[in-house]
Nanobody, 114 residues
Framework: VQLVESGGGLVQPGGSLRLSCAASGIDFRVNAMGWHRQAPGKQRELVATVTSGGSTNYADSVKGRFTISRDNGKNTVYLQMNSLKPEDTAVYFC?????????WGQGTQVTVSS
C-alpha cells in the first residue's frame, strides 16, 4: 500500500490550497479515506473522512471551510481547504484502513502565515 500526498505549501491567511493523495496497492473504490494533521507539539488529529459511498465527515474546526472528495477513477482523494487560518498550519497526512491495518502517507506541510 502506498499513499503519496501533494499540494502543500505556504499560503496567506484567508487563502486556499488543494491537497491530493494518490493511493496504490489497494482496491481504492471500497476503502474509506481520511485526512489527518499534526501541528508542532500537538497530537495528530482527524480532519475529514470520506466513505466508499461518498459520505463525508469533518472535524468541527474545519466544517464549512474544508471539503474532502474522491476520484475513484484516479485512485485519489482530495482536500480542498478554503479560508485558511494560521491554526491550520500542520503536516497533513492521508490515511487508509485496510482490514485491521492502517496506512499513512509521508505527509505534506501546510503553512498559513502572512
Amino acid at each position: 500500500v502506498q499513499l503519496v500526498e501533494s499540494g502543500g505549501g505556504l499560503v496567506q491567511p484567508g487563502g486556499s490550497l488543494r491537497l491530493s493523495c494518490a493511493a496504490s496497492g489497494i482496491d481504492f473504490r471500497v476503502n474509506a479515506m481520511g485526512w489527518h494533521r499534526q501541528a508542532p507539539g500537538k497530537q495528530r488529529e482527524l480532519v475529514a473522512t470520506v466513505t466508499s459511498g461518498g459520505s463525508t465527515n469533518y472535524a468541527d474546526s474545519v466544517k464549512g471551510r474544508f471539503t474532502i472528495s474522491r476520484d475513484n477513477g484516479k485512485n485519489t482523494v482530495y482536500l480542498q481547504m478554503n479560508s485558511l487560518k494560521p491554526e491550520d498550519t500542520a503536516v497533513y497526512f492521508c490515511r487508509v484502513t485496510v482490514g485491521i491495518a492502517g496506512y499513512w502517507g509521508q505527509g505534506t506541510q501546510v503553512t498559513v502565515s502572512s
